[in-house]
């Protein structure tokens, strides 16, 4: 076969491919780091993330009462409020500073307080006012506490409202008390649990999050071991950009592809969370998401110089990264540059993408923004990644050319001097 047929260069580039993705895959293996975030940390942490919020609502959470009213409202009060399953009456407290010491020693996390005016306002028909302090560190015992004190507002509201409406009948009381009836009806989140809310997404996260782990590190280490030696074109089967490009990507989706599934079909099913997928609706959704988060960690890459610097540049912008996909705060109230900077960012659509198909049975017709952006970026990084690592094989080379030229210099001039130094040595002789 001629080595200028099309059919020999599409044969060596498939075999330096190869090459190229079978040593990824060593390396990976046997770097205990890159084995850890790339395989270890997405089987294990989602299950311990799961399982912290399997229960998806927190129950008797302690809460100090002040009661400086100590009349028969107070106490019915504190009665409905500690029979509530969310809320439990820990401690009985005599000053709002004795119940903020409480507070924070961490032995309740909220205080109820009640004025010594409480009681006399109720019967001068005024507006009395129960004062709700929660420890705003723990945003589900905050919801526990304030959710159980609205819930007895309420219901001693509507008591009060019966005792002074002079119905004569249930009907009229009704009427007095609720003149337009409504109902709940929960949907997509029905369980009204923060783990089926939050949980999908987060998900998502991690497998963004794992594999810029994973890439940084391995390039922190080619980086600290001679300098690229593992981007450097060392052997006949580094020909190419794309050749390495996708050698090494393909190493990372193959190991992902597996994770991806894991995270988006096993899991959810194990803690019993709501998941609407069908397979391939998700499997369609992953396989742009994965490129564009293999693509996007590659191009990355470039800023990590040392092993450690990829953990704290993927621990600093988790936080960031969650928030800019609209999961926890809402996307119309993003600032509009913020919004701009999350469209860089591969989680932003495949949060927003799994989401709608996990908890709202979505298809991929449904998300066809978020499936044309991830497919866009694919693309972009893909094209950005390959010029980054031309840069930094071309940025080596000429470096090692430099490194060489000095050797040579060095060991010219050596020879120069050893051979003034023997030519000396006849005329000290005479």
């Not at 129960?130 to 159980?148: E, F, G």
């Not at 997509?188 to 794992?210: E, H, S, W």
């Not at 990590?304 to 969650?322: A, D, H, K, Q």
């Not at 996990?358 to 044309?372: C, K, P, Q, R, V």
Request: hydrophobic share 45%; aromatic share 12%.
């Amino acid at each position: 076969m001629e080595k200028d047929s099309l059919l020999y260069r599409i044969k060596e580039g498939v075999s330096d491919t190869c090459y190229i993705w079978v040593k990824e895959i060593r390396s990976t293996i046997t770097d205990e780091g890159v084995l850890l975030f790339c395989i270890i940390v997405p089987l294990l942490y989602p299950l311990l993330y799961s399982w912290i919020y399997n229960n998806e609502v927190v129950r008797d959470v302690p809460v100090a009462v002040v009661d400086l009213s100590h009349s028969h409202a107070s106490r019915q009060f504190i009665r409905y409020f500690d029979a509530s399953p969310d809320t439990h009456v820990a401690y009985y407290c005599h000053s709002l500073a004795e119940a903020k010491y409480l507070t924070g020693k961490q032995k309740v996390h909220g205080t109820l307080y009640f004025p010594p005016n409480f009681d006399t306002k109720l019967y001068r028909r005024e507006q009395a006012v129960v004062s709700v302090y929660t420890d705003m560190s723990l945003m589900l015992t905050y919801k526990a506490i304030m959710t159980a004190a609205q819930g007895v507002s309420s219901k001693m509201n509507t008591q009060i409202q019966i005792a002074q409406g002079g119905g004569y009948t249930n009907r009229d009381d009704e009427i007095n008390t609720l003149p337009l009836d409504f109902e709940e009806v929960p949907i997509f989140n029905t369980p009204v649990g923060y783990g089926n809310a939050i949980l999908p997404g987060v998900l998502m996260l991690i497998l963004q999050q794992t594999l810029l782990l994973g890439i940084g590190l391995a390039a922190g280490t080619a980086r600290e071991n001679n300098r690229y030696k593992d981007l450097v074109p060392i052997s006949k089967h580094y020909n190419g950009i794309f050749r390495i490009v996708l050698g090494k990507s393909l190493c990372y989706f193959m190991v992902y592809a597996v994770m991806g599934t894991y995270l988006a079909l096993a899991v959810p099913h194990m803690f019993g969370f709501i998941s609407l997928v069908s397979v391939s609706s998700i499997l369609g959704l992953l396989l742009p998401y994965i490129l564009a988060s293999i693509f996007f960690g590659m191009m990355l890459s470039c800023l990590v110089r040392y092993r450690e610097n990829v953990i704290l540049l993927v621990v600093f912008t988790s936080v960031p990264f969650l928030f800019m996909t609209g999961l926890s705060w809402p996307e119309n109230n993003i600032p509009g540059y913020w919004k701009g900077i999350s469209y860089l960012i591969p989680s932003t659509f495949g949060v927003r993408g799994f989401l709608r198909i996990s908890s709202m049975g979505a298809e991929l017709s449904d998300i066809t923004f978020e499936y044309h952006a991830l497919w866009i970026q694919v693309f972009i990084y893909f094209i950005v990644t390959c010029l980054v690592y031309r840069y930094q094989i071309n940025h080596t080379k000429q470096h090692a050319y430099d490194h060489l030229q000095k050797v040579k210099e060095k060991i010219t001039k050596a020879k120069q001097r050893k051979l003034r130094e023997n030519s000396a040595l006849p005329n000290q002789e005479n």
